[in-house]
């Protein structure tokens, strides 16, 4: 393995590898949340397999939730059988018998974003040393995470950025997209009237109200500078993304208020949506780019 971390998963296989030395437990794996969904990034299982190394697997993921939704920093579980927190659970009642303990990884806000969890059939005992340890592995990770999040977003807007889009390629390439592509016209005109900061302001308040306008799930992106991309997944009826289109038209029509300042603006939209499983999502955004390109040309020259 190599001895760089590079990304968040290459710093999750450190962790469990240096875990799996450490603690004698048979089953180590690390789960993150988003603020959308849960996923398994890493698992490790010592000899019985009770966790699959799986971007999404529902049932572990119920123990995780414990995790995120609990104030300790360790949550510790002897018999999940028997715990009123975990009896009910289908994932309990699958593995029978086991010991969980999970620890949440924080960021600095205090932001449970990531668990690193344990199972075994034998009760899990940590003295004071081990958990010292996790909790400082913890720490480590959420400094990690925070790091990875801060390089996939837009330090102005809080947006996801186009190296965002490239995560995507990669790991998410068998999802079905739709793209809609939104430019705001007439941007430079504002920063040439009333100054950049005064723009920045403006394309804030654009970014809250794009955020208003889409569901958790949709993948909201600043592409440029008055650029936006949106990625909606499960949604590619062209009826139902023309109504989102038109709703994202209508707010952004609304006047904005930016130090006192009454200003009216607009924006050109352009869609690009193939049904079917197997889309490129680089061509779903070449072709929304220019069917937003071909609107605003037909805009000036009516």
Known sequence: MSSHA????????????????????????????????????????????????????????????LVFSQSDSVLIIPNTLEDARTAALPIAEQLGVCSFVGAAVRTSDNQTCAAICMLDREPIHLDERQIAFIESLSSFLGYIIELENASVTDSLTGLFNRRYLSHIYNHE???????????????????????????????????????????????????GGDEFLICFQHLVDNHDITVVADKIKASIKQ????????????????????????????????????????????????
């Open 6 to 65: 590079r990304s968040l998963e290459d710093a999750a296989e450190h962790i469990i590898d240096t875990l799996k030395h450490f603690l004698k437990v048979n089953t180590l794996f690390i789960a993150t949340n988003d603020g959308f969904a849960n996923r398994i990034i890493r698992a490790f299982n010592r000899h019985e397999q009770l966790i699959q190394n799986q971007a999404h697997t529902p049932m572990p993921l119920s123990f995780c939730s």
């Open 173 to 223: 390439s068998d999802k079905q997209f739709s793209v809609m592509f939104i430019d705001i016209d007439d941007f430079k005109d504002v920063n040439d009237s009333f100054g950049h900061d005064f723009g920045d302001l403006l394309l804030l308040e654009i970014s809250a109200r794009l955020r208003q306008s889409v569901r958790k799930t949709d993948i909201l992106v600043r592409y």
């Open 255 to 302: 006047p904005f208020t930016i130090n006192g300042q009454l200003i009216h603006i607009s924006a050109s939209i352009g869609i690009s949506a193939t049904p079917g499983k197997g889309s490129n999502l680089k061509k779903l955004i070449s072709d929304a780019d220019q069917a937003m390109y071909g609107i605003k040309q037909n805009e000036k020259n009516p």
